[in-house]
């Protein structure tokens, strides 16, 4: 497909979006492909885990040019101004070397820590580009303390900027990386307001948009997720660098997908691939994300081989680019699991996801969403191999964990509420599973309507505990508003054509 050079999203539900930022902190913004470092493990009903969703911005470094002039490095006979170590740093960064590029905003901070006459926003330039580069490296505690500082120092430099909001759009999108989404909100409303007297209608106001996308797509807001993309595309200024368009497509892609709108979303995808290939390279790692994100659409699609061989690539750039334990692997490992998943090769499955689920717990602790996520994954792959009283254990950890990091009205916390209810189901407590789809189904219609193929599954598995519970003319009911539901979108935009209940609970970790 032809890539534009701006993007023109589907205008939907973007009207007066930056008004209703700022004017409450209840309004959530998410951006899952603005300025992230590759977003959190989303799950649909199996193991589905998204891949990376997007990066940081690639030129979110501030250089010597937006600083009073100061600081040099080194000796007398090797003096180099600081401007040219941080245009080298930015260059290794974007190279994908980011423990060369640290050690450089390292030292050019020293250089300005040393140097009496510094300013206050020659501090704040030089603890924003190493705090930023730290988040990159997945050096979470340390980035925040140095953007923390950077947001200090901005404030003590006077009037508002562009970069002073660009600060704290990056304190906003480490603390979504860790889970912590109403420290982000706060972060992000700020950035949001300073912008509104200082970055007008550029770069920094478009990644505040996308960011709020991310943030709102974390949360499972799916319709706010969309309007802030739309909008961060629909204002974007002539000539925003494809770093930036990318990720933002990126971020729809993951939105489409999830409300099943498959087509939308493959062709999102390959626009992001495009962008980030025409900008960085083909070994770029947000290449690596665009085909993630295309690899996990044909996987809903039912296109395995496809599937398999967009996540494979995707996986062996990711390795290259960010190292073989980080989390932006793990998120491709269980992509690739819910394609062994969907093809039946269980064992393949359970070993990625046991890997994806370590490297998480060692990047991000034993209670992000992700961990939550992978051990939700792995209780339904345990399940499918026969061992319901493991599966029940796993999906209960992920169910509390979910809970505390999510809250418990998330569609992933609707997920994980389903799974656990068929554990029960298999081990014969269909009384007590009961409870659980009725509270998964009130999260689902809230949040995805009430003719998502999700709906149609939960009302499906519904059914079969009621029949298990003897209760038929109850499951009958279920039964055909499942086939109603199911028929509907199958009619409008999924590739399968069968819509029997069976074949319906057979497949049903397959939907979004």
């Not at 906003?172 to 307001?193: N, P, V």
């Not at 991310?214 to 319709?223: E, K, S, Y």
């Not at 992000?368 to 061992?387: E, I, K, T, Y």
């Amino acid at each position: 497909m032809s890539v534009p050079n701006r993007i023109g999203a589907p205008k939907r539900n973007t009207g007066a979006y930056c008004s209703r930022v700022t004017g409450s902190h209840q309004m959530a913004i998410v951006l899952l492909a603005g300025c992230m470092v590759f977003g959190t493990l989303r799950r649909a009903p199996g193991q589905v885990i998204d891949g990376a969703a997007g990066s940081a911005p690639e030129n979110a470094a501030l250089t010597q040019a937006e600083m009073p002039p100061g600081a040099w490095l080194g000796t007398p006979a090797t003096t180099q101004p600081v401007s040219v170590v941080n245009q080298r740093a930015i260059q290794y960064r974007q190279q994908g070397r980011l423990r060369e590029a640290a050690e450089l905003f390292q030292e050019a901070l020293a250089a300005v820590e040393r140097d009496p006459l510094a300013a206050p926003a020659q501090h704040a330039a030089a603890a924003h580009n190493l705090g930023e580069v730290r988040m990159r490296l997945g050096q979470y505690e340390a980035a925040a303390a140095w953007l923390g500082r950077a947001a200090t120092f901005w404030s003590e430099a006077g009037k508002p900027s562009a970069q002073s909001a660009a600060t704290l759009f990056q304190l906003g999108h480490l603390r979504r990386l860790q889970g912590r989404y109403d420290e982000a909100s706060e972060m992000l409303q700020r950035g949001t307001a300073l912008c509104q007297g200082a970055c007008q209608d550029g770069r920094e106001a478009v990644i505040g948009l996308a960011l709020w996308g991310d943030l709102h797509l974390a949360q499972g807001r799916l319709a706010e997720a969309e309007a802030a993309y739309t909008q961060a595309g629909d204002r974007a200024p002539q000539g925003l660098d494809e770093a930036v368009q990318a990720d933002i497509w990126s971020g729809l892609a993951i939105v489409y997908r999830r409300q099943a709108r498959y087509r939308e979303a493959e062709q999102a995808a390959r626009g992001s691939i495009a962008l980030a290939r025409q900008s960085f390279g083909e070994q770029h790692a947000k290449v690596a994300v665009g085909l993630a994100n295309l690899g996990l659409i044909q996987a809903f699609e039912r296109k395995y081989s496809a599937a398999r061989r967009s996540l494979a690539d995707a996986l062996s750039r990711m390795e290259r680019s960010a190292g073989s334990n980080s989390p932006e692997v793990a998120a491709i490992l269980g992509n690739l699991a819910f394609v062994d998943q969907q093809t039946g090769n269980l064992a393949a499955a359970e070993s990625r996801l046991r890997r994806a689920f370590t490297i998480y717990s060692e990047a991000r602790g034993p209670e992000h969403p992700s961990v939550a996520s992978v051990s939700a994954s792995l209780g339904v792959v345990v399940l499918q191999r026969g061992d319901p009283w493991s599966a029940e254990d796993l999906l209960r950890e992920a169910l509390a964990l979910t809970e505390k990091s999510l809250g418990e009205d998330h569609p992933e916390t609707a997920t994980v509420l389903v799974h656990l209810g068929l554990a029960l189901t298999a081990r014969g407590r269909s009384e007590q599973a009961l409870g659980l789809f009725e509270r998964a189904m009130s999260i689902r219609t809230r949040v995805l309507g009430t003719e998502h193929p999700d709906v149609a599954v939960t009302l499906a598995h519904w059914a079969k505990a009621l029949r298990a519970a003897g209760r038929k003319p109850e499951a009958a009911r279920l039964e055909k508003r499942a086939r109603e539901v199911y028929s509907g979108h199958a009619r409008n935009s999924f590739t399968g054509q069968t819509v029997d209940v069976e074949t319906l609970l057979q497949g049903s970790t397959a939907k979004p």
